[in-house]
């Protein structure tokens, strides 16, 4: 079970990785990408919420 909610997270944070540098830079040229940024940064979380779910379920 620690396995799956640990694998899960080191591929969210692998993603996020890439999302965060790319709307950081983003955001620096158009302050109007924040909100699109930080949901984008966001979305690689509900991997690991599902995974934890998952593991509660099993």
Not at 22 to 30: F, L, P, S, T, Y
């Amino acid at each position: 079970a620690a396995l799956a909610v640990g694998l899960a997270a080191l591929g969210a944070g692998y993603a996020e990785r890439g999302i965060g540098s790319a709307a950081v830079g983003a955001m620096a040229e158009d302050d109007d990408l924040f909100v699109n940024g930080l949901i984008l940064t966001v979305l690689p979380e509900t991997i690991v919420i599902l995974a934890l779910v998952v593991v509660f379920i099993v």
